[in-house]
């Protein structure tokens, strides 16, 4: 008897644990939606999972501060690596950020970001030319 009270306290405890965990990255996530900056990430490497998805891993750098964090695809990330990418972050927790993926690699004419980021994606003027 003494040991399924145990028990049962054992497990709400983990349950209990695991809703804090799923609550505190629905609160991150929403933070850093309704307040972010953007800055630039490099893709610096990656390992192969055994459910066959990769962690690619990136850093940005936020206020001379560097961020080192990772983002799980499912597809071959060779040539990712060394690419520069967009990232947003929140700027309270910089630790907290999304990798830009889908907005393609940062453009060439764009050579660094200021030091606080950006309040959204740079975007590049191309000058026209009159020949």
Known sequence: M???GLKIIGISLMLLFLMLIVLKYYIDKN?????Y???I????????LKGGGRTLYYYYIVNGQKYTRSHTIYYSPKNLINKRFFVMFYPPNPKNSKLLLLHGTVPEQIQQAPPEGWEGI??????KIDE
């Not at 933070?31 to 307040?35: D, I, N, R, S, W």
């Not at 990430?41 to 192969?48: A, F, I, L, N």
């Open 2 to 4: 003494y040991n399924k």
């Open 31 to 35: 933070k850093l939606e309704k307040e």
């Open 37 to 39: 900056r953007v800055t």
């Open 41 to 48: 990430s490099t893709v610096c490497g990656y390992k192969t």
């Open 122 to 127: 740079p975007k590049v003027v191309k000058k």
